[in-house]
């Protein structure tokens, strides 16, 4: 189970850390995910991180100023939004995926928390 926390309301140029909490004794063998999805939009793809920290790869659109961490001691998945920009409104979702890819649909999914950005 997948429990994320963190949305809120923020202006553009500020900043929100989402965290995402996962039930069970395996989560540092799975890849953590993090996607949205905005109004009337599909659901994209933010960033993924492996269950070692060892790897992580970003969405061009959020690339440099979002940040995926993960504490495998307390089963939690971190994202770090800084410079909001009101594009980046969306519905956040982690997800866990027993494979390091960016194409493949997760095992397990959370549910969201919304994060607006305002103008």
């Known amino acids: 189970q997948l429990q994320a926390s963190g949305g809120g309301l923020v202006q553009a140029g500020g900043s929100l850390s989402l965290s995402c909490a996962a039930s069970?004794?395996?989560?540092?063998?799975?890849?953590m995910k993090w996607f949205r999805q905005a109004p009337g939009k599909e659901r994209e793809f933010v960033a993924v991180i492996s269950g070692s920290s060892s790897l992580r790869y970003y969405a061009n659109s959020v690339k440099g100023r979002f940040t995926i961490s993960r504490d495998n001691a307390k089963n939690t998945v971190y994202l770090q939004m800084n410079s909001l920009k009101p594009e980046d409104t969306a519905v956040y979702y982690c997800?866990?995926?027993?494979?390091?890819?960016?194409?493949?649909?997760?095992?397990?999914w959370g549910r969201g928390t919304q994060v607006t950005v305002s103008s």
């Open positions: 997800a866990a995926d027993p494979r390091y890819s960016i194409a493949s649909t997760p095992e397990y």
């Open positions: 069970g004794r395996t989560f540092s063998t799975y890849a």
